[in-house]
C-alpha cells in the first residue's frame, strides 16, 4: 500500500482522492492551503491536511513519510510542491500544462531518487500516450495531429461552451506560444491558429492551437516527424468569438479581467463530454496510410456520486500512471515523460479503465442524443 498526499482540494483533487481511496492499494490524504476546501472531503471520512503550499520551508516537512505526492494545485504552485516532494522522499505527479512549470520539474528530476512525472492528466497526460501508440505504428511519421475538448453536452450560449475545470488553466491555454513540430524542428506556433473543422458521430466541432497540450512529445519526436500539433477542440464558431474578445477587445493583456468574465458568464456543468481524436500518417510497409485514435467519455457515476467527464478522465490520467510506477512498470527515479508509457499498460491499470468501452455506465440523456453515449477508442 502506498500513503499519497494530494495537494489542492478542488474538483479535480477530490475526485483523485475518490478514485484512490476506493482502491485496496493507497491511503489517501488530502491537503490545501483553505480549511473551508477541506471541511466536505472530511465529512465523507477522507484524512485531510491544511498546508502552506507555497512555502517551501512549511511544506517540506509535512511531505515526509509519503510514498507520492499528487499536485492537483494551480500552475503557478507546481515548482514549489515539486521541490518540497523531492526534499521530502516522495515521487511527485502532477496535472499541469504550464511549460515553465514543466521545465522546473524536469531540472529537479536532475539527480532526483524518486520520480518527477509531471502533466498526467488528460491533455497533456493521456494524450501523449495515444500520440506515441500511433507514432510507433509507422515507418516513417509525416504527420501527428492530437486533438482534445472538453465540452458541455448541452451547449446553450454564444461560446458554445461551460466551465469544466480552471480558468486560469484555460486562459493559459488560449494566450500562451504553442510548442509544436514543423519541417521535423520544435518550434512555437501562435495560439488560435490552425482552425480545422470536422465531424463526429453527427456532431460538428472545430480544433485550433492552444499551449501545453503537447507536453514532452514534441521533444522525442523532434527529426522522427514531418508535423506534430496539439489543437483544442471546441463547437464552431468558438474560436472566433475568442480572437474579437482577446484581439479585437484587447482582453489579451486583461488576464484577471477576461478571468472575471469567464467565471460570472460561464456557468459550471457537470453534464460534459471529453473528445479525444488523434489522427497520424506517414509510410507502413512502404504504403503511405493514415490511422486515427477516438475516444468519447461522458460524466457518470462512480461510488454512488456524479463526477464530470473531464474529472473522470484527468483523474484517471494521473492515478493510472501512479499505479504503473508503484507496480514496477515505469523508471522508479528520475523524470518520466508521458510518451513512455505504454497505452496497453495504462489501459489494464485499475484507474485506466475509465476510458475502455463497457467499464462505466454513462448517465442517461435524452432521447435523440443518444449519439454522444458512445465511447469508442479505435487504433
Known sequence: MWNICIIGAGKIGTTIAALLGASENYKVTLA???PEALKAPAAEGIRTLQVAADDLAALTPKLKGFDAVISAAPFFLTPTIA???????AH??????????TARVRALAD???????????LAPGFV???GAHLAAKFDSLDTLSLRVGALPLYPTNALKYNLTWSTDGLIN???NPCEALVDGRKVSLAPLEDLENFALDGAEYECFNTSGGLGTLGETLEGNAGRVTYRTIRYPGHCDILRLLLTGLGLERRRDLLKDIFEHSLPRTDQDVVVVFCTATGLINGSLREVSFLNKSLSHEIGGKTWSA?????????TGVVDMVRRGNLPGRGFIGQEQVKLADFLATEFGRYYLPGQITPLP??????????LRAAG
Do not use: H, K, S
Open 32 to 34: 490545501d492551503q483553505n
Open 92 to 101: 511527485y505527479f502532477d496535472l499541469t500544462e504550464d511549460v515553465a512549470g
Open 83 to 89: 521541490e518540497a516532494a523531492r526534499n521530502a522522499g
Open 111 to 121: 539527480g532526483a531518487d524518486t520520480v518527477m512525472m509531471p502533466q498526467c492528466g
Open 365 to 374: 440523456v435524452p432521447e435523440g442524443q443518444a449519439n454522444r453515449e458512445t
Open 128 to 130: 501523449g500516450m495515444v
Open 173 to 175: 491555454e488560449y494566450l
Open 310 to 318: 473531464i474529472q473522470i478522465t484527468t483523474a484517471a490520467g494521473v
